[in-house]
């Protein structure tokens, strides 16, 4: 074989012809280094074709896959100078929320009661923190109105899909694109004995339960499912949070655009009190139910809780809107 080289094929970068043979790369084609200025080229390489990877949000050049993670990718950029990284979340790879396994009718038939009057049971027993036996009592002597109390505990659970339907349509006629903060903690809650957590997000200009997950773990995982939830209603200006570095990830990812403020201390200028006065009236009115069965009834539970905080109850701090 012939060990001259065409003179037509010049270096891409000082066009000189003066080259040498470099082997070959992986699919067979020639490789070229210029003895001038030390250049690696494949004259007859075919253009490698383009993987659709987003560009570079600082300099807008070419990306790779630096990492890839379970609910998320990591890229980074190609130019060594930039070195700018940057995340994109897989939202189909996030499960959803305890509060999308509410399943249920969702209208008020074939009950033989009137409307009104389960209303009132409801709110008994959710703002006030009576027991299902004396609001039985109650309605038997003011009212003189016979219920059982296990009918009524019945009644405080079964309507969460209809109430779950309702809060859907209520959340997406409340715009929380332009809200300033929105809050972010845990609480432990007790299921049949086992120690379970309520994560919840709160918006502090609403004071409204934005999204809220059970679950029986507290990392990052969980955190990504209560904060994907909620990104689907907006985009705060910033996520407060406590210094959990389970939350780190799950913010920098879903909410890149949004300032993470990790309260240190009640001293701080920005604290987390806003969702602990809310776990405060939660725990007030879960004491008083001794802890739960089963994670179906606490999560019924919970929710119609949440459901009658945020459009039921009055809130002072709000005017008493």
């Keep these: 074989m012939s060990k001259t080289i065409n003179k037509n094929i010049v270096c891409p970068r000082c066009f000189s012809n003066e080259l040498y043979r470099f082997g070959k790369d992986k699919n067979g084609y020639q490789k070229y280094q210029c003895k001038i200025c030390k250049r690696q080229f494949i004259p007859d390489a075919k253009p490698r074709k383009l993987k659709g990877y987003p560009r570079c949000p600082k300099c807008g050049k070419g990306t790779f896959i630096h990492h890839n993670y379970k609910y998320y990718v990591q890229f980074r950029c190609n130019d060594k100078k930039c070195n700018h990284s940057f995340y994109q979340v897989k939202p189909k790879f996030i499960n959803s929320t305890s509060s999308k396994s509410i399943l249920g009718k969702t209208d ?18 959710y703002l006030d923190g009576s027991s299902t036996r004396k609001i039985s009592k109650h309605l038997m002597d003011s009212w003189n109105i016979k219920i059982s109390h296990v009918t009524i505990a019945s009644w405080v659970k079964k309507f969460a899909p209809m109430f779950k339907f309702i809060s859907n349509k209520l959340l997406k006629t409340i715009s929380f694109k332009n809200s300033n903060k929105w809050h972010v903690d845990e609480t432990v809650v007790f299921i049949n004995g086992k120690k379970y957590y309520l994560w919840v997000v709160i918006d502090s200009d609403t004071r409204m339960i934005v999204a809220y997950h059970l679950s029986p773990y507290r990392n990052s995982s969980e955190a990504f499912k209560v904060l994907n939830e909620a990104k689907n209603l907006g985009n705060p200006k910033a996520i407060v949070t406590d210094r959990l570095p389970s939350y780190n990830i799950p913010v920098k990812v879903l909410f890149s655009s949004s300032e993470h403020i990790k309260v240190k201390s009640f001293k701080d200028d920005i604290s987390n009190n806003l969702i602990e006065s809310f776990f405060k009236t939660f725990k007030d009115w879960y004491k008083s139910k001794k802890g739960f069965n089963s994670f179906n009834s606490a999560n019924n539970l919970i929710f119609m809780f949440i459901f009658h905080y945020n459009f039921v109850r009055i809130h002072s701090s709000l005017d008493n809107k």
């Design 108 to 125: 008020f038939s074939k009950i033989r009661f009137p409307v009104y009057l389960i209303i009132l049971v409801l709110r008994l027993y």
